[in-house]
């Protein structure tokens, strides 16, 4: 990637703080600008701004496209801005960037900041460790509250928050204890800053836990950090409550691509070009297909029974609709409990005799209301069923039991089957449910007409 290239213009830069004048413009609004321009032009305009307001825009996980700027700026330029900025931010951007711009930047870097992104660098992505910051207030536990209120307001700007005060052992340097910003400013400035420090003992996690518990634990305590030590009890860093928030939103939004049977787009909608967008889509739609390819086939080897019973068809939407809902119902369940921790991979048997129940009585609820429309529309002279419309009546209330009761179980069924092969469960997603339900389905739903309309219609 050249550094070199760097299309700055002024009339960029006039026309973005054009409203400027007329009121104070928040960081947050200046992101979105910056995110309906072309990268070029973003990056021109970035560079313009003061050095402080530029690090508080880069420093903003809203900002689109962060890396691909920061590439278009002259690397001399991109590296000041970068040795602003958190670190933990720095360390996103870097794994945004290809190999040789990264090499590029990184030798740009001051040391401590280069230090500091190689090691959150070397932690896997949705930990602890990947997401905390390097960037947290700590004093040793000989200090008094004075100090440590001295301390607190020299570091204050370059650290990521100051509501948390970490104290550690003088000697061993382990952390002990945390002090709360307003239990520090009510201390007695002359006393050791262990007579404001926090009775209880100090929630703690490893680099290596999943951030959907480190979310668990900053909401079970009420926390606005969490530190992160390794096993000797060393501060590494902190997770703080927004870094945790940033990362459970884009995770969302993935898994909610996922469900509606696509690839995962990586980038926001309006981001992703043509030739993408057909890609992400394209594969996902045409296995979608290939299964559904197999309830042509279903129907195929049930042909002469279609020919002798057409009324069955006339269900066939209902039924194959029913028991898709009814998979994907217990599909989104699943994989949320799995995703928030209610339930683990050795739940799978509670989950499926609960589902068992659970899919038979829904499926009687729905094979009532089916059984009762042929009932009324018989009756009432709506539509003729045939002599044997009770028996008619009777399959679609039996098939449609099996049929919801089948999908509810498959679909609780699939992100445990997912999860043990060390498989995203999001990717059990509602399109796949469906489709697998809808071909045993179609064998469900004939299987019982032959059983109960044998030697009548069939």
């Given at each position: ?9 002024a ?7 054009a409203s400027?004048s007329?009121?104070?413009?928040t ?21 313009t701004?003061?050095q402080?307001?530029?690090?508080r ?7 689109h ?6 590439a ?19 360390a996103?951007?870097?794994?945004e ?7 590029t ?40 509250v004075?100090?440590?209120?001295d301390?607190?307001r020299r ?30 400013i009510?201390?007695?400035p ?30 079970k ?37 996922k ?10 909608y309006m ?8 890609r ?9 297909f ?51 921790g ?6 799978w ?10 899919g038979?009585v ?15 529309w ?44 060390r ?14 339900v ?11 007409a ?8 069939l």
């Open positions: 990637m050249n550094f070199n290239r760097f299309p700055l213009r009339g960029h830069a006039a026309r973005f703080f400027d007329l009121g104070a413009v960081t947050a609004e200046r992101v979105e600008r910056l995110n309906g321009l072309e990268i070029p032009e973003a990056a021109a305009i970035l560079a701004l003061p402080q307001k530029a690090v825009i880069l420093g903003r996980p809203e900002l496209n962060a890396a691909a700027i920061l278009e700026m002259p690397v001399e330029h991109a590296a000041r801005l970068l040795n602003s900025t958190a670190n933990d931010r720095v996103d951007i870097f794994h960037l290809d190999e040789d711009s990264r090499a930047l990184f030798a740009k870097l001051d040391r401590p900041t280069a230090l500091a992104v190689k090691h959150l660098m070397g932690y896997p992505p949705r930990t602890a460790g990947g997401i905390m910051t390097t960037e947290f207030v700590s004093v040793p536990d000989s200090w008094t004075q100090q440590t209120l301390h607190v570091v204050e700007r370059s650290r990521e928050t100051v509501y948390a005060i970490y104290v550690l052992d003088a000697l061993t340097q382990v952390l002990t204890n945390v002090v709360t910003l307003r239990r520090l009510t201390g007695d002359g006393e050791s800053v262990l007579t404001v420090a926090q009775k209880e003992g100090v929630v703690r996690c490893d680099p290596l836990m999943t951030q959907e518990e480190v979310a668990r634990l900053i909401r305590h009420n926390l606005l950090a969490l530190p992160v030590v390794s096993d000797d009890g060393h501060m590494l860093g902190i997770v703080t409550v927004d870094d945790v928030i940033d990362t459970m939103i884009a995770d969302t939004t993935e898994d909610a691509q469900f509606g049977g696509m690839e995962a787009l990586g980038k926001p981001k992703v070009g043509f030739a993408g967008m057909i992400k889509r394209a594969g996902w739609l045409c296995a979608l290939l299964g559904e390819m197999l309830t042509a086939s279903a129907m195929q080897h049930f042909e002469g029974e279609l020919e002798k019973a057409v009324v069955l068809t006339l269900f066939i939407p209902l039924i194959m609709s029913s028991g898709g809902n009814s998979g994907s119902q217990a599909t989104s369940l699943i994989i949320r409990a799995l995703a928030v209610e339930l683990k991979l050795s739940d048997g509670r989950v499926l005799l609960r589902e068992l129940p659970t038979f829904l499926g009687a609820i729905l094979g009532l209301v089916g059984m009762l429309r042929v009932i009324f018989q009756t009432a002279g709506l539509y003729d069923y045939g002599p044997h419309w009770v028996l008619v009546g009777i399959t679609v209330f039996a098939a449609l039991v099996g049929i919801v009761t089948f999908g509810s179980m498959s679909g609780s069924m699939l992100p445990f089957l997912l999860q043990r092969l498989l995203d469960p999001a990717t059990a997603s509602a399109p796949f449910v469906a489709t697998l809808d071909v045993t389905g179609l064998v469900i739903y004939f299987s019982v032959l059983l109960i309309l044998s030697g009548t219609l």
